[in-house]
């Protein structure tokens, strides 16, 4: 595992299409991106922006047909998961990665007791009797915090409240106390009350356990106390990647300007109008062929509605794939040092 | 519930059956006024209609339906008793073979989702549905019994079971099967089938312990009323090979004015369904914690 040098997933090029009665949807195209042992990642992006898909194929949980990935390489641990057969993948999922979805209402069966689905995992993976994986499971509900877990844990999905049933969804994919942990969306159904504590206990477990965690979320409200470094998607592509500190103060991409102007400030911006992006994501099925951004950005040019925009690099951590990143970014350094004075 | 529902059954039946024209003594030449008279008073016809209504309630209350008008001697319960074994029967056998058929064929169908046998099965299905019993009946005797020899046309043996059994759960088999299928195929799109997947679970285990349950709730809700249906005997199968089961009595009494023949059948077949239905409830509750009683 040497060779790894202390990363724990790269992504490279990765392509995952899916053949549709309206063509060929290009829900991710060309993502790269690398995740060290025990960061957080962010993916931040609209709906349809390919961000779910690039996690679920990571796992390799397309449904195939009508998805697939065409291209690229997802290296986890050192283990090339594209070419693993389906076997060797089942035992990386749940046990090494696991997932948090969005809806915790829908995502948890709720034909099959709490006790069920928690011991099937660890009997699965660490070979547990029912007799340690119900001991197991009583420890992991205790551990996300939920009252009483004794006779909870023989309850069913129905009998507890949406936050209450995400915490169930987190004791079950770290159960095995695996080395990445994907949560998608994971507050997005949830009050924004219990938004705070479901984030809150992931930082906490996530600092506890020493798991890398990749944030899936639209909420840039949600990665700014969480991660390490953000990716911006839009249309299946990455739109720019950096620190999550140098992103949120000098972003290079108007796309992640316009992302940053609309998250709501009532401290400077009390009575003014919430600023929004104009339009909606492009259909990913029948892109144009320059940057899928411009029709909504205010900056577009001829150059960029008919030539794809190259990806810039701005610095060795800050990447943004449009015509005028350089340009972006300096008027954001500009804007930053005028605050600071 | 049930004991309202079905006396309520038993009164509109009995409303009916003396609503139509005509009655059991009827031939084709006018009796004469006399004797007509005398049959009236043996069966109590000759009293005013509330009063015969609250007699025959009063009998069918303490499960007593009379004897037959048609075949004297006779009691209704013994009539149904002798003739329901047959019925049964052959429901009791269809119920299994169409589950069985219906459940394997669907599920399959719905893993392999437009491949061959996804549509070699839906289309079965569909020519199951849409053929009537009384067309392929007949149908599979020809084949069976008249071209081949393999199977007898009608008898009441193992082999004589065979086709009656299979004529009867064919359009069983067919509309479980495209329950099956829709259900599974809506069931394994869900979310928590994808959390299964995601706890590195194989597709068996999704299958049989996570999809499986949800699957089949449309079955079970078609399946109790069926199950009632098959038992009380279906009419043209027992014509077509000859069995002496309840569905062929039943047509009989109904065409003999036979009263109550036809109220202690009635009766019989409500009771039957609707007890299924409560059985179907109930294992709604087994099936799906959610609607279980707290």
Redesign the interface.
């Known amino acids: 595992m040497s060779e790894t040098n202390g990363t724990i997933l790269s992504v490279n090029g990765l392509k995952t299409y899916f053949q549709t009665e309206d063509g060929v949807v290009k829900a991710v195209d060309g993502i790269t991106f690398e995740l060290k042992k025990g960061e957080t990642l962010g993916i931040v992006g609209e709906s349809g922006s390919g961000k779910s898909v690039t996690n679920l194929s990571v796992?390799r949980?397309i449904p195939e047909p009508p998805g697939k990935i065409v291209a690229g390489d997802i290296v986890f641990s050192g283990i090339d998961v594209r070419a693993l057969s389906i076997?060797e993948v089942?035992?990386?999922?749940?046990?090494r990665i696991?997932?948090i979805?969005q809806?915790p209402m829908?995502?948890?069966?709720?034909?099959?007791?709490i006790s069920t689905q928690l011991m099937?995992?660890t009997r699965?993976?660490l070979g547990h009797t029912k007799d340690e994986a119900y001991a197991h499971a009583l420890k992991m509900l205790k551990l996300v915090g939920i009252p009483d877990a004794g006779t909870r844990l023989d309850e069913?999905p129905?009998q507890f409240s949406g936050g209450m049933r995400q915490r169930v969804?987190i004791a079950?994919a770290l159960s095995c106390d695996p080395e990445l942990l994907i949560a998608d969306e994971p507050t997005t159904a949830l009050d924004v009350t219990i938004q705070a504590q479901i984030l809150e206990l992931i930082k906490d477990l996530k600092a506890r356990m020493g798991t890398s965690v990749i944030l899936i979320t639209h909420d840039l409200g949600v990665v700014a106390g969480m991660t390490d470094k953000i990716i911006v998607m839009y249309a299946g592509k990455v739109f720019e990647q950096a620190s999550t500190k140098e992103l949120f103060a000098t972003p290079a991409n108007p796309y992640t300007k316009g992302l940053l102007k609309s998250v709501p400030d009532p401290a400077h911006e009390q009575g003014k109008e919430l600023y929004q992006i104009p339009g909606l994501p492009p259909d990913v099925a029948h892109l144009p062929p320059g940057c899928p951004f411009a029709e909504r950005c205010d900056r577009a040019t001829d150059l960029c509605r008919q030539q794809y925009p190259p990806f810039v690099e701005i610095n060795a951590d800050h990447h943004s794939l449009c015509h005028f990143a350089r340009e972006v970014y300096a008027e954001s350094v500009a804007e930053q040092n005028k605050q600071e004075l | 519930m049930i004991i309202p529902m079905a006396l309520l059954v038993i009164t509109l039946t009995w409303a009916l059956v003396r609503i139509a024209p005509g009655n059991f003594y009827t031939q084709e030449k006018k009796l004469p006024p006399a004797v007509e008279e005398n049959i009236k008073k043996k069966y109590g016809l000759d009293k005013p209609w509330y009063q015969q209504y609250g007699i025959m309630m009063w009998n069918v209350v303490r499960g007593d339906f009379g004897s037959s008008l048609k075949y004297e001697g006779q009691t209704v319960n013994e009539i149904i008793w002798r003739h329901f074994p047959y019925s049964a029967t052959i429901g009791i056998l269809a119920y299994v073979l169409a589950l069985l058929i219906g459940l394997t064929a669907g599920v399959i169908a719905s893993l392999k989702q437009n491949s061959i046998f996804d549509y070699g099965s839906t289309s079965l299905a569909m020519l199951g549905l849409s053929v009537p019993n009384f067309v392929l009946g007949p149908l599979l005797v020809l084949v069976f019994s008249f071209w081949l020899y393999w199977l007898p046309p009608a008898r009441w043996s193992l082999a004589g079971l065979v086709l009656p059994v299979v004529t009867l759960a064919a359009i069983y088999a067919a509309y479980i099967a495209r329950l099956t299928r829709a259900g599974m195929l809506e069931v394994m799109r869900s979310d928590y089938i994808r959390t299964a997947r995601a706890k590195g679970l194989d597709e068996k285990t999704v299958l049989l312990r996570h999809g499986l349950r949800g699957g089949i709730i449309p079955v079970v809700s078609f399946t109790g009323p069926a199950l009632a249906a098959l038992l009380a005997g279906t009419v043209v199968v027992e014509k077509v090979f000859a069995i002496p089961g309840l569905g062929n009595i039943f047509i009989q009494s109904v065409l003999n004015r036979d009263e109550p023949l036809v109220l202690g059948i009635v009766a019989f077949l409500s009771i039957l369904i609707m007890v299924f239905n409560l059985l179907v409830d109930i294992s709604y509750g087994f099936l799906d914690p959610r609607i279980r009683y707290e």
Request: glycine letters at 4%; charged letters at 30%.
């Open positions: 796992m949980l076997d089942r035992k990386i999922r749940g046990k696991a997932m979805f809806d829908t995502s948890l069966n709720p034909f099959l007791k099937e995992v699965l993976h069913y129905h969804m079950m």
